[in-house]
């Protein structure tokens, strides 16, 4: 991938879109949010990415409705992610 390249592509975080560089992962498209968080944990504090690369599985979020490690995630055109995996669309209760 070229680092310069400065296309950008939708997303939309939590119902709100969003947009970022092509080529971020979501990961760092959600560090640029304001909670800079990646999900709750089941007692309900909040989680972030640790490690960068797959192995912590913090950074767990719901991407067109399945669950993807969001620091081993590019972003792409269009994507739906949901950061709260307790409140995500599809999630059985």
Do not use: K, Y
């Given at each position: 991938?070229?680092?310069?390249?400065?296309?950008?592509?939708?997303?939309?975080?939590?119902?709100?879109?969003?947009?970022?560089?092509?080529?971020?992962?979501?990961?760092?498209?959600?560090?640029?949010?304001?909670?800079g968080?990646?999900?709750?944990?089941?007692?309900?504090?909040?989680?972030?990415?640790?490690?960068?690369?797959?192995?912590?599985?913090?950074?767990?979020?719901?991407?067109?409705?399945?669950?993807?490690?969001?620091?081993?995630?590019?972003?792409a055109d269009?994507?739906?992610?949901?950061?709260?995996?307790?409140?995500?669309?599809?999630?059985?209760?």
């Amino acid at each position: 991938m070229n680092p310069f390249n400065s296309t950008a592509v939708q997303i939309t975080v939590n119902g709100t879109p969003w947009q970022v560089r092509a080529g971020t992962s979501v990961a760092a498209a959600l560090g640029q949010l304001a909670s800079g968080t990646t999900r709750t944990s089941i007692t309900g504090e909040p989680r972030a990415p640790l490690c960068g690369m797959g192995i912590c599985h913090e950074c767990r979020v719901r991407i067109q409705g399945r669950i993807r490690l969001a620091c081993q995630t590019v972003c792409a055109d269009g994507m739906q992610i949901h950061t709260d995996m307790g409140t995500a669309p599809g999630n059985a209760p």
